[in-house]
DNA sequence: GATGAATGAGTGTTCATTCAT
DNA sequence: GATGAATGAACACTCATTCAT
């Protein structure tokens, strides 16, 4: 079993009151807001700690460094999109594969649209780090299943190869990434979405195909 | 107190000696393996300038500023890679669609490896620009007409929508470029190459289809 | 690459504690000593901070930029100078017009007289900026009304038109100003003073002839 | 007998061919040029070569260093400046006081208008320089005379004393360059002159008046 | 003599971070 | 716990000046 690589303590102590809680939440909202403002470039500590309302000495007590502020927004931001792609998946109602490819990407556009300067900047900090992995990993995992997700039981596909998982959970969040930051006016048209859906069931037909069990 | 009234210019001067010629192509060596070695995070200019082997006011004296040296190095690797990948497909033997869609994948692929972190910082740096459309516009066309790349000459598929260019040129480039940034392992495996290929190729034949051509 | 949204405020914060205040204090008398002993070629941002016994950071914490210290500066130079003359002119005992614009003429040499590089440097930047207005702005009213401060009531002369307030109060001015900056050696005699109320008092008179109302 | 101050070699060779002297004539004009332009900021060696349409090395050829072509550049402003002054006085028609102080007063407004800004950081730089006596040395002579330039033979003043020249020189310099300098729009009015007329007339008269011979 | 590529000390300015209060 | 004044290393960039060609 593989040891746990122990991540570098990010928060410098854990909020135990009420009011810390609200704190650290003031100075996550406040950097968001800098972020899409302004821009990594506008991204200063000081910054941050001004529009929260607090002091920059205040800051540090809750985050180590820049970093570990911009980390922990990254986590806020990423695991929200991804609760949205889920309940959006989860409440799917038609059954067909096709629906519910469609739902997914629907979502996953639709958690990407706003604040999209904040989140841009975030994943760009993050990618700069290599700590691309840990963030998209959720999302990896999601996309595994993705032939079990669709398939009806009896075509069900079995989980896909590593590369795969790869090719097509990178290839559509690219995708949906460089439409976000070029900012694309077609990001949310009904054709985007449709090369999109086209994209990921056509792989996975070719896929099924395969395997000999076409969808 | 450091304003000046300053002409909108790339280059402050064009190299008119073979000496100066030399310089600047030392500088833009130098920032490369800068990058490499320190992504953007140390890419200063009197790091860039050090390394060149040149003062930094001879660094000014062929870029306005430090965005405009990043510029030309983003330009200079971006058309690198682009020949490359013309060359590749040009030359490939094997008409079959197949085969040329392997041959360019195998090429971008092979773009992308060297100087990986130099190539990547540069793509973040425009990225934040927003100058990425500028860089990827020739591989955007480049994909606009690979329907009639691949097609016989029976079956040629018409141009492809925007949004179908946009989506297949993104999707790719995007796997591509996580595989490069997360460093994997298997960036340069066979069966990565194969799961790009049966990106491309189900999405063309998916559009072939619905047009009524099937390659 | 360094261009930032700047908004216009002059200071950067307002100091609401005794230490900041004292800071504030200790930098400007640094500018001004290093404005003294090598005029404006030896003022610079760093200079200021250490003379003063600050950090760059903390000069940068109370003057927005270069231009903002010297402004202070002037501003504050020049309040000192008019507070003197206005002193020296309510406090005049002979109510005699000739006694009262000696004791002006009087007042203003010794107004210019100590620290008059670092006056002199102030008052070339200032003018260099076109902001000349501003700062002498006082200096224009208080001129302005020179005849009904001077004349007894009976003749009180009117108001001076625009242009005969401008020369007057440049023409005494730029005398005492030119003989501090030339560091003549009578500066302070009584003979120059003489022809300093000369100047004025005949320059009055003439008006006042002209007026009908002789003083 | 005083040894003259030998003044430190300004030029580097003295022009001896007809192009070389054209070459400092346009050297003198592009500083000028750049000077009017830009004002003090603007002028730096490199833009005054550029725009001379020399070479940065031609440039230092005939000029020691930037200093140098300032104060050559000065003394050329001034002597014309002085020249035109003097052309007026002499070519005077009306022999009246009133008449003679009038063209002297209207030629130097006149010789200060064109290029202001050039001869603004000129005379600035030259301030700056404690060099102020040297270039208005010509302007005070002349003026220490104006009394028998001004008066008939009959009624002619003595000579000024020391401190009446200096005050009647610089508080006519000084209220004409505030104007310029402040770029009042009432430079060239007849009613500014008019002052101008009033402020040299009232003070030689009340000289005349005091030795006895009123004019 | 002329050229212009190269130099590099020096400037203004930023901003993450500390720590005395 | 909170504050915010102070810090100073680091950076982008300028420009007078030199000197090999």
Chains 1, 2, 3, 4 share one sequence.
Request: positive net charge.
């Amino acid at each position: 079993m593989a040891i746990k690589r122990q991540l570098p303590e990010i928060k410098r102590r854990i909020p135990r009151q009420a009011r810390a809680a609200e704190t650290v939440a003031a100075i996550l909202e406040a950097a968001a807001q800098i972020l899409e403002a302004g821009g990594l470039a506008a991204f200063t500590t000081n910054a941050v700690a001004e529009r929260a309302g607090v002091s920059i000495g205040t800051l540090y007590q809750y985050f180590v460094d820049k970093n570990a502020l911009l980390l922990a927004l990254a986590r806020q931001e990423m695991s929200a999109a991804l609760i949205e792609v889920g309940r959006a998946l989860s409440g799917a109602g038609d059954p067909a594969p096709e629906s519910r490819v469609r739902a997914m990407v629907r979502a996953m556009v639709h958690a990407f649209r706003g604040r999209s300067r904040a989140r841009k900047a975030v994943v760009q900090a993050i990618l700069a780090q290599g700590l691309g992995f840990e963030m998209i990993g959720p999302i990896n995992s999601f996309i595994a299943n993705i032939g079990s997700v669709i398939g009806p039981d009896a075509t069900r596909l079995p989980p896909l190869a590593r590369e795969q998982v790869f090719v097509l959970s990178r290839a559509l969040l690219g995708a949906i990434r460089a439409a976000v930051m070029e900012e694309q006016p077609f990001l949310q048209s009904r054709a985007f979405e449709d090369e999109l859906v086209r994209l990921v069931m056509s792989y996975i037909e070719s896929i099924a195909r395969d395997a000999g069990r076409p969808l």
